[in-house]
């Protein structure tokens, strides 16, 4: 038995660098860590034992079904004791459901000999605190064999217990039949599928258009057929264009891959194949070379806007144009507010030379037609839309229109309307389209009744006046008001800028036995309004429920060496860049607020303080940790807030841009740019990308190098006149 593993792990010894993107009804296809996988969890008692680091279980980056890793399950059942492992499924943001004619289907690798059929673990499906029957593995696997891949696929109807409503949040291996041997598994593409796919078989080649390299990272292009059997492209590589390894599986949606090779001025030759749902491939395509050179700093920078742009050239309805979250089988939601981030970061990839104008223009016309026709209230719309029926999303459960979210989407398409300046009819019909969405948002019906000069964040679906809350504070408010005094229609005073500074809200509640107020504080946090700068107060005297009460926005305070006048930072940076994506900072000076040295103080602030908590490591420019809370205590470092940071302190934020690149690009950086976050105490990264963080990082790089959007913004004719209304000279 171990001379045929040994040749199988050297027939399958790829790579170790090799990851994958995939599909939303995958629960694991890699582990884009070394070492261990963060998202499983291991459990045992008594005598039984499961092989783990840190109650996680090993990552094999040898013995695999696909590239580059595979899960090691090791483990004893003993009659005097229990396991379990949870695979956790972590693309939390997709909230994928499964179909009652579904099958949940795994590869499995019995490793150990002397591992009987009736010897493998059950498996159940888990959903939050819930979970459904536990099925024997040994049951659904035809033709089982040790040492080799096998095949296990399980009808969801199987799995009695499960609600097909509910959100599936993993699954759940468990000792099965007790023996006192050390069983050996290994388990990959763990993933949820139809129970009837097409299985038409792949006879032409693939196509590899382009390979181009970027320093480490080659960039690899294709355009995958519209062939309903096609699943995924499989990229191989070679140093010798004789032996060719497979480094990478990518879903069909993905256009581009970025491959991190080890070693500069050398040759490299690629190839790819697709790959259908039984995981047969194409023949190859024609092979391709190219030999990496070292970047300059002109043309890294280059590479870092291209990976963040290209999120928003692949991810995207193609019914309405918007940016879509996330995929869903029975519908599209798109975002109004990140659609924002994703025009004018398209934009920027048009100026660079990233995707074509007409491309652009294209998106932008299937974005404005769409919210021309989208429900509205007085101009302002809902946060989500489903981008197939145009009708609202309300993901939070609130059925409401969303100020901050208009505000985004309005604020871009000004921008495009300054951008397209050409004389071309699709051109002008286009200016006049965004002139008609901005001119019907009536901004003066989102102000408080009790004060005309704030504004609330949001709108309720029927007409009334709740106190949602104001927006206050230094943060995306401010576009919010730079925007209502710009207005030609329906514009707010010139002082409501500066007073949405000054100024801040408490919401005051009764306290009653029956509204207590951990209670409050709890039903707040799920209301996205309450992100704002809103303090909350429980008082024994009879108020009104949602009470609201002016106070001062002026919070001096002294930390780390420095003084900041709205208080403690209680939100990410990228809340208080926010204005700066648009407005240039060395023209944002209110009254006595320097805005620009302001959100320069909370920057050094931050950095001093991450520097200072130092979690998983002594690098002085990796900074930007955000704590994240639940049962194990993580700290994560979003790399966009370091980065973004660039217009403030261009040193700093470059050295932090190079030391997240140098140290951990193979893993953080890929061709969707930089990932959500990453875990140095945990040893974890996200397989996920955020919208904000995209954009933030692709516009501020553009600001720093060229000014563009900051230009084009300052050109608007309605908001150059707002801001010689607004700014002190």
């Known amino acids: 038995m171990q001379l045929r593993l040994f040749f199988f792990l050297i027939l399958c010894c790829f790579l170790t660098k090799s990851k994958a993107e995939s599909y939303t009804e995958v629960v694991f296809d890699n582990s884009l860590v070394k070492g261990s996988y963060a998202r499983s969890y291991v459990d045992y008692s008594g005598q039984s034992w499961v092989e783990n680091v840190h109650r996680n279980l090993l990552v094999s980056d040898s013995l695999y079904f696909t590239p580059g890793n595979a899960l090691s399950l090791r483990y004893i059942s003993s009659e005097a004791g229990d396991w379990n492992v949870l695979i956790r499924y972590s693309r939390q943001k997709f909230h994928y459901r499964v179909s009652a004619e579904d099958v949940l289907n795994l590869k499995l690798f019995v490793g150990s000999s002397e591992t009987s059929q009736k010897q493998l673990p059950s498996i159940s499906i888990q959903q939050g605190p819930n979970q459904s029957i536990s099925l024997p593995l040994g049951d659904y696997i035809e033709d089982y064999t040790n040492n080799a891949w096998l095949n296990v696929k399980i009808p ?49 080649a693939a196509v590899l258009s382009k390979v181009n390299p970027h320093g480490k990272h080659v960039e690899l292009q294709w355009q995958v057929p519209l062939t309903p059997s096609i699943r995924y492209v499989k990229i191989y590589r070679s140093l010798d264009n004789k032996e060719f390894t497979p480094v990478a599986i ?123 026709k989208a429900q509205n209230n007085k101009g ?40 397209l300046k050409g004389d071309a009819a699709e051109e002008a019909e286009l200016r006049t389209a965004i002139t008609k969405l901005w001119d019907r948002v009536d901004w003066r019906a989102a102000a408080l009744s009790t004060d005309p000069l704030i504004l609330r964040s949001s709108l309720d679906m029927v007409e009334g006046n709740l106190p949602h809350a104001p927006l206050t504070g230094l943060g995306v408010g401010l576009n919010t008001y730079m925007l209502a005094t710009a207005s030609k229609k329906h514009s707010l005073p010139n002082q409501a800028f500066s007073n949405s500074l000054a100024y801040s809200y408490k919401r005051v509640v009764p306290a009653s036995p029956l509204d207590n107020a951990k209670g409050v504080q709890d039903s707040l946090s799920k209301d996205s309004l309450a992100k704002t700068d809103m303090d909350l107060e429980i008082v024994d005297k009879p108020v009104l429920v949602d009470t609201l009460i002016k106070v001062s926005g002026l919070k001096d305070t002294s930390m780390y060496g420095l003084d900041v ?48 908590i130092g979690v998983g490591t002594t690098n002085s420019d990796i900074w930007g940790f955000y704590q994240h809370f639940d049962a194990v205590g993580n700290y994560r470092i979003n790399p966009a807030i370091s980065i973004a940071s660039i217009f403030l302190d261009p040193v700093k934020a ?16 890929s061709e969707y740019g930089f990932r959500s976050w990453m875990d140095l105490k945990n040893d974890d990264v996200s397989d996920e990308y955020l919208a904000s963080n995209q954009a933030h990082v692709a516009v501020m790089l553009e600001n720093a190098r060229t000014g563009l959007i900051w230009k084009l913004y300052q050109g608007i004719p309605e908001i150059q006149s707002a801001e010689q209304r607004i700014f002190k000279k």
């Open 156 to 204: 969801v109807k199987d799995f009695a217990g499960l609600n097909i409503d509910k959100i599936i949040s993993g699954v759940i291996f468990r000792q099965q039949q007790s023996s006192p041997a050390t069983h050996q598994l290994f388990l990959d593409q763990i993933e949820f599928l139809p129970a009837n796919y097409s299985t038409a078989p792949l006879t032409s």
């Open 250 to 372: 990518r879903p069909t949606y993905m256009l581009r891959y970025l491959d991190y090779v080890p070693t500069l001025d050398k040759k490299y030759y690629y190839k790819i194949a697709w790959v259908d749902y039984n995981y047969r491939e194409s023949p190859f395509s024609d092979v391709k070379e190219v030999e990496p050179k070292a970047l300059n700093e002109n043309q890294f920078l280059d590479l870092v806007q291209l990976a963040h742009i290209n999120y928003f050239i692949e991810n995207y309805d193609v019914n309405s144009g918007m940016y879509t979250p996330f995929r869903l089988k029975d519908k599209a939601p798109v975002s109004v507010k990140e659609t924002g981030g994703a025009l004018l970061s398209l934009m920027v990839g048009v100026e660079k030379g990233f995707l074509s104008k007409s491309m652009f223009i294209n998106r932008t016309k299937k974005i404005v037609q769409f919210l021309d």
């Open 380 to 419: 302002f719309y809902p946060a989500f839309f489903d981008g197939r029926k145009g009708l609202p999303e309300y993901l939070d459960g609130q059925a409401k229109y969303d100020v901050v979210a208009t505000t985004s989407i309005i604020e871009a398409l000004l921008i495009v309307r300054q951008y």
């Open 565 to 612: 006048p709205f208080g403690p930072i209680n939100s990410s940076l990228l809340e208080m860049y926010r204005p700066f994506t648009s407005i240039n900072p060395n023209l944002a000076k209110v009254g006595a607020y320097d805005l620009k040295d302001i959100v320069g103080k909370y920057a050094l602030l931050v950095k001093r303080r991450d520097n200072e």
């Open 654 to 669: 470059k050295r932090s841009l190079n030391a997240l690149y140098t140290l951990y690009g193979e893993t953080l950086f």
